[in-house]
C-alpha cells in the first residue's frame, strides 16, 4: 500500500514535469498513461490488492491521479490544436547540414572604380569625397562658369526646390573645389562619385551616372605631368601597346583644355561600330587648371600650377565588360549583378 502511494506520487511528478510538445510527443503520452494498457489502467489493477477498509480512501487517491493525467492530456491537446507548430524547434535535426547563405559580388561599377583608383594611388593620389547635394559656388561659380555663363547648358542640372542654390552635382569637380579652398598645398587627389545630368535615360545614356576626376596642384606643374599621368593610367589599364591621343578642347575651368582618346579596344584601330568607324574611344577630358579657379579657391596662380582630368565610368565599363544598356547597371537585377565575381 505505502509503496502504491509511492508509486502514484511519483507519476504524478513525472506528469507535471513532461513538456508539452508537437503530437508525436501528446500521443507518447496517451499511450504511456491512458492508453488500454496504460499507467493509470494498470495502478486501478491494484485496486484488488488493498485491503477492504482502505478502498475508500485508495479509490480517491486513484481517481485524482486519474483526473490529473486526463486534464493534462485535454489542455495538451487544445493547446495543439491552437498552436500546430508547438515544440517544432526540439524536432529539429541538428544533425543535418546548414543551408548555404547567398554571397552577393561587388558591383561591376565598384569593381571598375577600385580598379582605376588603385592606379592613380601608385601615383601617389589620394582619395577625396564630396557632397552629392552642392551649392552653386561649388559646382560652377568657383569653377569659371558663372551664372548665365552658356557653358552651364551643356549640363541641364536638376535643382533642389526648396532651395535655388542647392543642386545634384553635375560633376565631382566640386570635390576638387572644396579640397584646393580647404587643404594645404601640394594636392594630389582623385575624386571619384556619382553625379547627376537631367537627361532622357536610354540605353546609352542616364540620369545619374559616376566620374572620377584627379587634381595635381603644385609649383611647376605642366602638360607634360598631366599627359605622362594619363598615358601611365591608361597603360596599367589597357596594357602597355595602347595608343592614344590628345585632341583640343574647350571647357570653362581648364585652359588648354583637351579631350584624350584611346585606341578602340574592340577593333584595334580598324573601325567598328563601336567608335563609329574612327578607331579612337574619348575617354575623358583634361587640361591645366584655368588660373581664375585657382584664384577662386585661394591659391596664388603666380607661383601654382595644376592640371585636372575626368572621366565617365559606365562607358568604359561597358566596354571593358560588354554590356550593351546602361540601365542594367541601376536596375538590381541579380541576374546581371552575379555575373561579376570578384576576379573580372
Ligand atoms: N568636369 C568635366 C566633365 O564633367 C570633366 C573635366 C574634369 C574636364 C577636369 C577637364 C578637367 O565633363
Known amino acids: 500500500?505505502?509503496?502504491?502511494?509511492?508509486?502514484?506520487?511519483?507519476?504524478?511528478?513525472?506528469?507535471?514535469?513532461?513538456?508539452?510538445?508537437?503530437?508525436?510527443?501528446?500521443?507518447?503520452?496517451?499511450?504511456?498513461?491512458?492508453?488500454?494498457?496504460?499507467?493509470?489502467?494498470?495502478?486501478?489493477g491494484e485496486m484488488k490488492s488493498v485491503p477492504a477498509d482502505k478502498k475508500k480512501e485508495f479509490g480517491q487517491i486513484l481517481n485524482e491521479f486519474k483526473q490529473i493525467a486526463e486534464n493534462k492530456y485535454a489542455a495538451w491537446k487544445e493547446k495543439l490544436e491552437e498552436n500546430p507548430?508547438?515544440?517544432?524547434?526540439?524536432?529539429?535535426?541538428?544533425?543535418?547540414?546548414?543551408?548555404?547563405?547567398?554571397?552577393?559580388?561587388?558591383?561591376?561599377?565598384?569593381?571598375?572604380?577600385?580598379?582605376?583608383?588603385?592606379?592613380?594611388?601608385?601615383?601617389?593620389?589620394?582619395?577625396?569625397?564630396?557632397?552629392?547635394?552642392?551649392?552653386?559656388?561649388?559646382?560652377?561659380?568657383?569653377?569659371?562658369?558663372?551664372?548665365?555663363?552658356?557653358?552651364?547648358?551643356?549640363?541641364?542640372?536638376?535643382?533642389?526646390?526648396?532651395?535655388?542654390?542647392?543642386?545634384?552635382?553635375t560633376h565631382t569637380s566640386n570635390t576638387q573645389t572644396r579640397a584646393m579652398e580647404t587643404q594645404s598645398l601640394p594636392i594630389r587627389i582623385i575624386c571619384p562619385g556619382r553625379v547627376y545630368r537631367n537627361e532622357t535615360v536610354s540605353a546609352r545614356s542616364h540620369c545619374f551616372f559616376h566620374q572620377i576626376e584627379g587634381l595635381y596642384v603644385d609649383e611647376n606643374v605642366s602638360f607634360a605631368d598631366l599627359k605622362q599621368t594619363l598615358y601611365f593610367f591608361v597603360q596599367?589599364?589597357?596594357?602597355?601597346?595602347?595608343?592614344?591621343?590628345?585632341?583640343?578642347s574647350f571647357f570653362p575651368f581648364t585652359e588648354p583644355s583637351a579631350e584624350m582618346d584611346v585606341q578602340c579596344q574592340i577593333c584595334h584601330g580598324e573601325g567598328c561600330a563601336v567608335c563609329?568607324?574612327?578607331?579612337?574611344?574619348?575617354?575623358?577630358?583634361?587640361?591645366?587648371?584655368?588660373?581664375?579657379?585657382?584664384?577662386?579657391?585661394?591659391?596664388?596662380?603666380?607661383?601654382?600650377?595644376?592640371f585636372a582630368f575626368g572621366m565617365g565610368i559606365e562607358r568604359p565599363a561597358m566596354l571593358k565588360y560588354g554590356i550593351n544598356d546602361i540601365r542594367l547597371f541601376s536596375e538590381n537585377d541579380v541576374r546581371f549583378l552575379r555575373q561579376f565575381t570578384s576576379n573580372t
Open 1 to 44: 500500500m505505502e509503496a502504491l502511494l509511492q508509486q502514484i506520487a511519483a507519476l504524478k511528478a513525472d506528469i507535471e514535469k513532461t513538456a508539452e510538445e508537437g503530437a508525436d510527443a501528446l500521443e507518447a503520452y496517451r499511450l504511456k498513461y491512458l492508453s488500454a494498457k496504460g499507467l493509470v489502467k494498470s495502478i486501478f
Open 276 to 306: 563609329k568607324r574612327t578607331g579612337w574611344l574619348e575617354i575623358l577630358g583634361c587640361g591645366m587648371i584655368h588660373p581664375k579657379v585657382l584664384e577662386n579657391c585661394g591659391i596664388d596662380s603666380n607661383k601654382y600650377t595644376g
Open 85 to 169: 507548430g508547438m515544440g517544432a524547434a526540439s524536432t529539429v535535426d541538428l544533425t543535418l547540414p546548414g543551408d548555404a547563405i547567398p554571397l552577393g559580388t561587388r558591383h561591376p561599377i565598384n569593381h571598375f572604380l577600385d580598379h582605376v583608383i588603385s592606379i592613380y594611388q601608385r601615383l601617389g593620389f589620394s582619395v577625396a569625397e564630396g557632397p552629392e547635394i552642392e551649392d552653386d559656388w561649388h559646382n560652377f561659380t568657383a569653377l569659371n562658369l558663372p551664372e548665365h555663363h552658356p557653358a552651364r547648358d551643356m549640363q541641364d542640372t536638376f535643382y533642389i526646390q526648396r532651395n535655388p542654390d542647392w543642386l545634384l552635382r
Open 236 to 248: 596599367e589599364m589597357y596594357g602597355k601597346n595602347i595608343k592614344i591621343r590628345f585632341r583640343p
